[in-house]
């Protein structure tokens, strides 16, 4: 019988029920599946370095002989130590293992072996605990396998080997003949093979740029044709209108990158097919006008706008600016929020339902039971990374199809936005209204808190306000060298800044009452706020000036960046305090970052190297295929070149039905399968 990669792992020789059993917890089924199950990482050794030569906190692998070995130790019941010296020609080095009586008893005094481990510097040479122990003559990279109890890494190679042999060394190619050439790819059986036994560095790089492209290849054409999908629905035409009344009630001229995201969104608009579009752009960039603009072009069409904010405070700030701007211009604006009392809430929604309000700002309240439309035709999301993909969906079902608007103040790397919003098209808003201010930032150490308090005090006495961020709201027992909110604002009203009027404001407050406190400080009836993240959304106070943020090393950058956002709104200069007692190197680099520039996406490109996309405000959620070998943060340039090589191939074939594209499109399918849908 001829053995393919859909053959199931029992035709493998040496693979019996049981062992089956086994790969079937790692999720192997088919001889394709065990051919695709790479290694997490490999032991390289094909250079051993002297003990001389290692350095300092380095895995690495290290040829020396033994020279002495201690006795049994007994710990304690179930914990002996061992003590090994081992040494080349110019140092030693001392090996410490727990409870391997075997591995120690089999080392013979004299003889030479390789240790793998992590090493450490001592006086006289180094140190290793629990390494690996390999046979001196032992050469190349050593794969290593994401194993299960009763399957052993030796089992996985030779198995691996016995299926590519059964394969008769050829596995089928994914990828096109001509992709492979184009992108200088090797073939999949070549890198299939190199991944499981290299036989050079060079030989695994190529099989992994191969793998890494595969899979970003995949993911880039499932996107597109999902995207594809959701394309056919029949949208609402906005006619192209004269804005220029509306640029006149602005009251400000407009950046070039406000007029050319508007200019997109209108073409957008414009169209039969529903606009899909995200505008980005960092914090203070004039997101609201692109949004006013384009809903001012829709109401002129005769469409109704719902604009949804993440929270009460938020919603109630742009209905406001809304008002303002669109009364002289005889558009209607209402408010619709949950904490407003039933018979506001009432009239609200027979303003909406009536066509009297044009636009409607809200919160979620927008999206419950009761609200209808006469004739919603764009729907405008602030602050995206705070809804769930599946609350835009839900107010996109209030209407036949409507445009929508999403705008996010979290920069997103291109590459990030892409496979976070793979459904949408991306705007850019990458310049600042021109007169502001940056805001100047400082990173100091605890012990400088009290200047600093002294310098909010001064600016309070201004009449200028200031915000302080702590990570935690109360003290407890596992955090006890962080700062919390609530504690630091009783301090400070008792102390540092007797007499200064400061409020507190945490998450676990009832919304009514956060409500209230975040009125109070836009209101300027309270000078300081102590708070935890929860100001991170974009309120505006524009008379706030300071922001302290404690334990700043606690945060990301991003996140960090943000928080900054909220101050530097109005004319004065303002101020971000960065506190830490951070005594990492790496640490403080990062948060210099952030005292040097103020441009987000630098920033976030930055957080993303550093923390990975995981990180990336709950980009789990967003429903990602699990990618095997491919990473999207560090492989980025790849991710580009695939998804350009997508996009060719699907301009030849958009829907993936030629037969030669047939084993493509089925992978593809299963990856995207793979995504969590939340
Ligand atoms: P964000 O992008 O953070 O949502 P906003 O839309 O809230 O920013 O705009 C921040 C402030 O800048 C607002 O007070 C707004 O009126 C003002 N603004 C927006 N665009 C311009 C511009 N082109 N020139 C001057 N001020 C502007
Ligand atoms: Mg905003």
Redesign the pocket.
Known sequence: MEITPDSDIRYIKGVGEKRAALYGRLGVFTVGDLLEHYPRDYIDLTAPKSISDAEEGELCAIRASVDAKTSEQRIRRGLSVYKVRVADDRADMLLTFFNMKYAVESLEIGKEYIFYGLFSKRFTGGEMTAPEIFPAEENGYLPRYPLTEGLSGKMISANVKAALEACGEQIPDELPEAVLKQYFLCSKTEAVRSIHFPESASALARAKRRLIFEEFFEFSLGLALTRGKNRAATGIPVRPCDLRPFFGA?G????DA?KRVIAECTADLAKPVPMNRLVQ??????????AAACMYAAVQSGLQCAMMAPTEVLAAQHAE?LEKLFAPLGIGVALLTGSMKEKQKEAARDAIASGLAQIAVGTHALIQEGVSFRELGLVVT?EQHRFGVRQRLALMEKARSPHALV?S?TPIPRTLAFVMYGDLDVSV?DEM???RLPVKTYLIEPDLLPRAMSFIRKFADHGLQSYIVCPLIEQNEENLSLTAAADLAERLTGQELAGCSVGLLHGKMKPGEKERVMRAFAENRLQVLVSTTVVEV?V?V?NAVVMLIEDADRFGLSQLHQLR?RVG?GTEQSYCILVSGTRNAETQERLKLLCSTSDGFRIAEQDLRMRGPGDFFGFRQHGLPTLKMADMARDMKLLELAKQAAAELLEKDPDLKLPEHALLSDRTERLMRTAAVS
């Open positions: 602005l400000f001229e407009l950046t406000q752009g960092d914090v203070g960039s004039g997101k609201t006008a692109v600016t602030d705008m103040a808003l209204p021109k007169n974009g505006d524009p956002g709104r």
